[in-house]
Each structure stands twice: as C-alpha cells, then as structure tokens.
DNA sequence: CTTACAAGAATAT
DNA sequence: ATATTCTTGTAAG
C-alpha cells in the first residue's frame, strides 16, 4: 500500500460517531468524507495524519468547523471550491452540485433533481450518483428522498438520514414519510 | 461491446 | 402495502 504524500486524514467526533475527512494538501482541497457506517471502508494507513500538517492546516481546521455545524443541523454551506470534483464524473458533478441548491431543512425527490437536470425519467441514475456522493454530509444528499416521502436509501444509514432531517426542522409521520408539504 | 445493477417512479391491485 | 413494468447512467466483464 503506497500512502500518496499529499493525502491527508482528520477523525473527527460527532453524534454519530466517528467521521474521517481526507485532505489533499497539494490541491488544497477535500477529497473524500467516510461516514461512520463506511469507517470498514477507510483505511488510515492509506493516509497521513492531518495533525502532522505543520502550522498550516487552517484549511482543513476551517473544513471541519463547516463540518462539525452541518452535523448539528446548522445551515452552512461549505466553500465548493474547496471540493476536488476530479473524483467524480460529469453526470454525478451535476446531480451534486443541484443536490446543493436544496435549501436547508427542505428536500427534494429523485425524480424531480431528474427532471430539472433534463432527464426527466433518469431518477434512478440520480439515486446512483448521490449513493456514491464522496461528500455527504457537505453535499446534502440527506435531502433527497422517494417521490412517495419515504427515505430512500442512505450510505450513512437510515438512521443518520432521518436524524440529519430532524435536526434541519423536519418532521416524520408515523410511517416513517417526511411531512414535507412541498418539495423543492 | 454487453450485462447487471442501484438510495426510483408510475401504475394497478 | 405489494407487485409489475419502465427507466438511465455506471462499473465490471
């Protein structure tokens, strides 16, 4: 295992557990967020360790202090600039980026980012690209759900996704469907 | 290139 | 609530 020397990690505590952040200190930018369900598929060795980062590591400190208020429901956005967007493809770069645009504590269904992404019946394809969201959390795809107001599917457990709604003001009726009176 | 999927949607029952 | 059918972009072969 080549450990890239550029690539950096930060393990950082929130409810839900530990969430592991790497850091590409060459490009300055975030390149991945592990969520404490996906810890199996990080591997630390793979990395550096952030607090190694001599004095300047104001960028990654910054990125976690986003972090640390998205994960408390807080609205923030964090500086997208600040992503590597490399790691992703051109369909997933555009489902992700209007995945942003859903304001906080709102959601929007798959179907619909489908639509307004011009593939009016490619709600599946959207479900694939934010399963595979190298950012979550930052990138909310908390906020996407089923066209009937169930959850759908979340890399971080559904658990996480329903919490992450809750503390974003939404409410959940007794079928576990999110009374969303409107969708974005 | 072909195939098998995936965090869906619409429809009917 | 469950079953059926229609979908599209991706990764793997």
């Given at each position: 295992m080549k450990k890239p020397q550029a690539f950096y990690y930060f393990s950082m505590k929130s409810e839900f557990g530990e969430i592991a952040i790497v850091w590409r200190h060459d490009k300055k930018k975030l390149m991945r967020v592990f969520l404490p369900s996906q810890?199996?598929?990080?591997?630390?060795s793979d990395y550096k360790?952030?607090?190694?980062?001599k004095g300047n590591n104001?960028?990654?400190?910054?990125?976690?202090?986003?972090?640390?208020?998205?994960?408390?429901?807080?609205?923030?956005?964090f500086?997208?600039?600040?992503?590597?967007?490399?790691?992703?493809?051109?369909?997933?770069?555009?489902?992700?980026?209007?995945?942003?645009?859903?304001?906080?504590?709102?959601?929007?269904?798959?179907?619909r980012l489908a639509h307004k992404l011009g593939h009016a019946r490619a709600a599946r394809a959207v479900g694939t690209a934010l399963a595979r969201n190298p950012f979550p959390v930052i990138i909310p795809c908390h906020r996407a759900i089923r066209a009937d107001r169930s959850l759908g599917g979340y890399a971080g457990g559904l658990s996480m996704k329903q919490r992450l709604l809750e503390l974003e003001g939404l409410q959940f009726d007794r079928y576990g469907r999110v009374m969303a009176e409107r969708f974005w």
């Amino acid at each position: 295992m080549k450990k890239p020397q550029a690539f950096y990690y930060f393990s950082m505590k929130s409810e839900f557990g530990e969430i592991a952040i790497v850091w590409r200190h060459d490009k300055k930018k975030l390149m991945r967020v592990f969520l404490p369900s996906q810890h199996r598929l990080f591997k630390s060795s793979d990395y550096k360790d952030a607090a190694s980062l001599k004095g300047n590591n104001s960028a990654v400190r910054k990125a976690c202090k986003i972090m640390d208020m998205l994960l408390e429901g807080k609205p923030g956005m964090f500086p997208l600039e600040m992503l590597d967007w490399s790691v992703a493809y051109p369909f997933q770069r555009r489902v992700l980026r209007m995945e942003c645009r859903i304001p906080h504590g709102m959601v929007s269904t798959y179907g619909r980012l489908a639509h307004k992404l011009g593939h009016a019946r490619a709600a599946r394809a959207v479900g694939t690209a934010l399963a595979r969201n190298p950012f979550p959390v930052i990138i909310p795809c908390h906020r996407a759900i089923r066209a009937d107001r169930s959850l759908g599917g979340y890399a971080g457990g559904l658990s996480m996704k329903q919490r992450l709604l809750e503390l974003e003001g939404l409410q959940f009726d007794r079928y576990g469907r999110v009374m969303a009176e409107r969708f974005w």
